[in-house]
C-alpha cells in the first residue's frame, strides 16, 4: 500500500465538500499542518475525480485563504507594534525562520510594501507571514489586500491546476509524492531567483561605486 497521508486527510474533507475546503484553506493560514502546496496539489486531483469543479475549488482556497490573511494582517495590528512584532519574531523561530530572516523581511516591507504583499504569497513559509510584516508597518489595508490577493490566487491557480492536469494525465497520482516533488521544484526556483536577485544587487551596487569614483 502506498504511503499518501495527503489524500488520506483529502478524503475527510470531501466529506463535507466546499464548506470544509473553505474551512480548511482558512485554518491553513494559522496551523500549517499540511504545507499549502500539498493540499492544493490534493484539492486539484480531487477536482479532476469530481469532488468539485475545478473554479469552485479556485474560488473557495483563494476565498479561505484571503480572509485568513486579512484576519491575520487585523489581528497583528490590533496588537500594538511592541506586542505584535514580539509575536512576529516567536512564531518565526517556530517555523524555522530566524529573527535575522524574519527582521530582514519587516525590512523589506518597508520599502515596497504592495509588490512585496503579491510576491510573497508565492515564496512558502514566508507567505504566512506576509499578513504579519505588513501589519506591523500600519500601512493602508486596502492595498495590501488586494496585492495579497493576486498573489493568493496565483499560488493556489498554480498548484491546483498542476494537480487537476497530474490526475488528468497520470492513472494513479500518490498526492504526496507529487507535493514533494514540486516543493522541490518551487525551492530550487527560488533558490535560483534570490541568486539573480543578489547578483543585479551586486552590480547595481558596483554600478553605483563605478560612477562615484
Same mark, same amino acid.
Given at each position: 500500500m502506498d504511503f499518501d497521508p495527503i489524500s488520506t486527510v483529502m478524503v475527510w474533507i470531501c466529506f463535507f465538500g466546499l464548506p470544509g475546503l473553505f474551512a480548511v484553506a482558512?485554518?491553513?493560514?494559522?496551523v500549517p499542518i499540511l504545507p499549502s502546496y500539498g493540499l492544493l496539489l490534493t484539492?486539484?486531483?480531487?477536482a479532476q475525480e469530481g469532488?468539485?469543479?475545478l473554479a469552485g475549488a479556485l474560488v473557495t482556497?483563494?476565498?479561505g485563504g484571503l480572509i485568513g490573511c486579512?484576519?491575520?494582517?487585523?489581528a497583528v495590528r490590533a496588537l500594538g507594534e511592541a +506586542?505584535? +512584532? +514580539?509575536?512576529v519574531f516567536r512564531a518565526g523561530r517556530l517555523f524555522g525562520m530566524s +529573527?535575522?530572516?524574519?527582521?530582514g523581511q519587516i525590512a523589506a516591507f518597508r520599502r515596497n510594501q504592495l509588490v512585496l504583499a503579491f510576491s510573497l504569497q508565492?515564496?512558502?513559509t514566508i507567505r504566512l507571514f506576509a499578513p504579519a510584516f505588513a501589519g506591523l508597518l500600519r500601512g493602508p489595508s486596502r492595498g495590501f489586500l488586494i496585492a495579497s490577493a493576486a498573489g493568493i490566487a496565483v499560488w493556489n491557480g498554480v498548484f491546483v491546476t498542476a494537480g487537476y492536469a497530474a490526475a488528468h494525465s497520470i492513472d494513479t497520482v500518490n498526492a504526496t509524492v507529487l507535493a514533494l516533488g514540486v516543493l522541490g521544484g518551487v525551492l530550487a526556483l527560488e533558490a535560483v531567483l534570490i541568486g539573480v536577485g543578489r547578483a543585479l544587487r551586486t552590480r547595481r551596487a558596483r554600478d553605483v561605486a563605478l560612477r562615484r569614483c
Open positions: 482558512l485554518a491553513e493560514r494559522f484539492v486539484g486531483i480531487a469532488a468539485w469543479s482556497t483563494s476565498a486579512a484576519a491575520c494582517f487585523h +506586542r505584535s +512584532r +514580539r509575536l +529573527r535575522e530572516r524574519t527582521a508565492l515564496l512558502p
